[in-house]
């Protein structure tokens, strides 16, 4: 069944989303600065023209912390672009990048392990501004001199911390403040003309700074929540003591995309496959902002959609937006690919092959559509974002925890050159740049979807029942969150239907041997780690009453209660 859509154009009203500050505002009085802090640099929230590329990135050294992607992230709300490399990598390498910061990750490593990673002095002499965070705190203080010590006591969690009047690190934030530690050793002595600048009731030594060579640490997590001014001090490391401009912002990275991608493509054709998700309508409408009419998207409806989506996305998305948008059924040929396959990898493969065989057919027709001026598609565009790249292994070292729909589970032979314009984004980068692009609230608020659909949501094989089944018991669990009011408090939630699994129940006068449907609503920032959200028993009741009266083939719905990790956010 092929269909096509040919629209005007969207709203272009833009909204521009500023970084929630994560602190309270409890100030020190001004002027109670150390005699060699910098001087204090008014932080300009960037909306201008001006390239952020112009700055060079924070570079966070991963020494293998759960935390690494979050320092990152954490560096971006205060409007600085950084990247995240291995510790590893060589120094020269990393200066050759001509970085404007440099911060060392905590790590599960001790100072004194065999093969426990080090730190090149050379990076401490570069001139360029350092920081130092738990693990990277004590490389830091060994490398330069200082001592690092196993002093047989533990500080994990909620710590109580007192800082130094006139840090510049703490300036602005409280004497007396709680911060989140997760150390073994300690260092003992800070190296040579560095003034301690923290301690704790264990540990004497809890930061220390030397600003006249741009060198700071702590041996506490910053980048956490539950560290009540840590964002204040990343952010006084970055603006005040790096001297670094707030330009990462969403119309700045758009300019740089849209620059990016018109030289990447120059007069091609781009097709881009379109789910009514946050990801491939961001994606489309960056893609689309840089070449206009040499877009296509294709919605290919393989029939792993939930209830209602495939006419939202022709009627918010096609007939709303000023893009082409044409849409394909191939219902069949997934489920007939699907046939008999259980094996979770399996079914992401084969989903991910049979995208690409659908879009390769709608390839040829769109050719038809767009090529008789000998137009040529070359393109395809992915709303791959930075989590995807991470959970599939893209980092050095890193664990393939599964194949990603975005990565891993496209075939070698893809006929396209890909064009991922969100590739090194967080999920909250790609709603703000979706609201200055002027994208619907309801799709950019839209909560995340896997690309494989509610494949990866049967546990057993994937057939037309099946999905019947999930598909009526996940309508009732959104109809009812939204009523409730908690969209907005959870991250997602997916709702997961147990085909291979069968439990007896008793329904009227007899007994039912019906299959157990799964909620799992999860509270996240940005999917790389998550908690299970504590919805209010009555809307749980109400859940699970409507699915087991209106879906006679279930007769039992529960709750998973488990984090990522150790479980990751879909069960497939």
Excluded at 62 to 84: H, K, M, N, P, T
Excluded at 151 to 160: K, L, W
Excluded at 417 to 427: A, D, S
Excluded at 473 to 497: F, H, K, M, S
Aim: with cysteine.
């Amino acid at each position: 069944m092929w269909q096509e859509y040919d629209v005007n154009h969207w709203s272009s009203h833009s909204v521009v989303v500023g970084n929630a500050e994560r602190w309270r505002r409890r100030r020190r009085p001004a002027g109670r600065k150390a005699a060699g802090c910098r001087p204090g640099y008014s932080v300009p929230v960037t909306t201008s023209q001006t390239s952020s590329s112009a700055v060079g990135p924070v570079l966070v050294v991963d020494f293998g912390a759960q935390y690494a992607q979050l320092i990152a992230r954490r560096v971006r709300e205060a409007g600085v672009y950084s990247e995240i490399v291995p510790h590893s990598m060589d120094a020269a390498v990393m200066l050759d990048k001509q970085p404007s910061a440099i911060i060392l990750s905590g790590g599960p490593s001790s100072v004194y392990a065999d093969g426990a990673p080090s730190v090149d002095p050379a990076l401490f002499d570069a001139g360029v501004p350092v920081l130092g965070i738990c693990y990277g705190f004590q490389a830091m203080a060994q490398a330069l001199g200082g001592t690092v010590g196993r002093t047989g006591t533990r500080e994990y969690g909620h710590t109580p911390a007192r800082v130094e009047e006139g840090s510049c690190l703490f300036d602005g934030t409280p004497d007396d403040q709680v911060v989140w530690m997760s150390h073994g050793d300690a260092v003992q002595a800070a190296p040579e003309g560095f003034t301690v600048t923290a301690s704790t009731s264990q540990t004497p030594v809890a930061a220390f700074e030397n600003p006249g060579r741009r060198l700071y640490g702590l041996q506490w997590h910053p980048e956490v929540l539950h560290s009540e001014h840590g964002q204040a001090a990343l952010v006084n490391f970055l603006h005040k003591e790096a001297g670094l401009p707030a330009t990462w912002t969403p119309d700045n990275i758009i300019d740089e995309q849209v620059a990016r991608i018109r030289e990447q493509v120059g007069d091609a054709h781009v097709i881009c496959g379109l789910s009514g998700g946050v990801d491939s309508s961001v994606a489309a409408a960056l893609v689309h902002r840089a070449i206009g009419d040499q877009l296509t998207c294709i919605f290919v409806d393989h029939g792993l959609l939930r209830a209602g989506e495939r006419e939202q996305v022709e009627h918010d998305y096609a007939e709303g937006m000023g893009i082409r948008v044409i849409t394909v059924d191939e219902t069949e040929r997934f489920l007939s690919a699907l046939a008999g396959v259980t094996e979770p990898e399996a079914k992401r493969k084969i989903i991910g092959r049979e995208f690409i065989r659908s879009f390769e057919a709608a390839q040829r027709r769109v050719i038809e559509a767009v090529g008789a001026e000998g137009g040529e598609i070359r393109f395809l565009v992915q709303g791959t974002l930075y989590p995807d790249v991470v959970e599939s292994g893209g980092g050095e070292g890193a664990a393939n925890i599964k194949s990603h729909h975005n990565v891993g589970g496209l075939p070698e032979d893809l006929d396209f050159e890909l064009i991922e314009p969100l590739r090194e984004l967080f999920k909250d980068e790609v709603r703000a740049i979706g609201r200055e692009l002027g994208v619907p609230e309801k799709i950019v608020a839209r909560q995340p979807f896997p690309g494989p659909g509610l494949g990866i949501r049967v546990i057993g094989e994937v057939t037309a029942e099946n999905l019947r089944v999930l598909r009526a018991a996940d309508a009732i669990a959104r109809e009812e969150l939204t009523a409730a009011g908690l969209d907005n408090e959870i991250w997602q939630c997916p709702v997961v239907l147990l085909a291979d699994v069968r439990s007896v129940g008793v329904q009227g006068d007899g007994r039912t041997y019906g299959h157990p449907i799964v909620l799992r609503p999860v509270s996240s920032e940005d999917a790389m780690t998550a908690d299970w959200t504590r919805l209010p028993y009555d809307v749980l009741a109400r859940i699970s009453s409507r699915i087991t009266n209106s879906v006679p083939e279930v007769n039992r719905v529960v709750l998973d209660c488990t984090s990522k990790p150790p479980g990751t956010i879909e069960w497939e």
